[in-house]
């Protein structure tokens, strides 16, 4: 879950940084979103029932997010 929630929090990054406005982007954002379950062969319904369910728990969920800033820090080193 930490590597998809990973390229999901990149692909929405970009997306705000690029066009600002959530109407400009949230189609292209949607296909994006869709590669990226697709890789994983899970759904857009398991990814947010599984972001739900790890969020509703703060401390495991602060756990994920802290990986996906290592695991972002370490792919830049490593660039």
């Known amino acids: 879950?930490?590597?998809?929630?990973?390229?999901?929090?990149?692909?929405?990054?970009?997306?705000?940084k690029s066009f600002g406005s959530p109407n400009l982007y949230l189609d292209p954002l949607d296909?994006?979103?869709?590669g990226i379950f697709k890789k994983?062969?899970?759904?857009?319904?398991?990814y947010e029932e599984s972001f739900s369910y790890y969020a509703a728990n703060p401390a495991v969920f602060s756990?994920?997010?802290?990986q996906i800033i290592q695991d972002y820090n370490n792919e830049l080193i490593q660039k």
């Open 63 to 66: 756990e994920m997010n802290e």
């Open 1 to 16: 879950m930490v590597k998809i929630m990973g390229e999901v929090y990149l692909a929405e990054m970009h997306y705000q």
């Open 40 to 46: 994983y062969r899970i759904s857009k319904r398991q």
């Open 31 to 34: 296909k994006t979103l869709s």
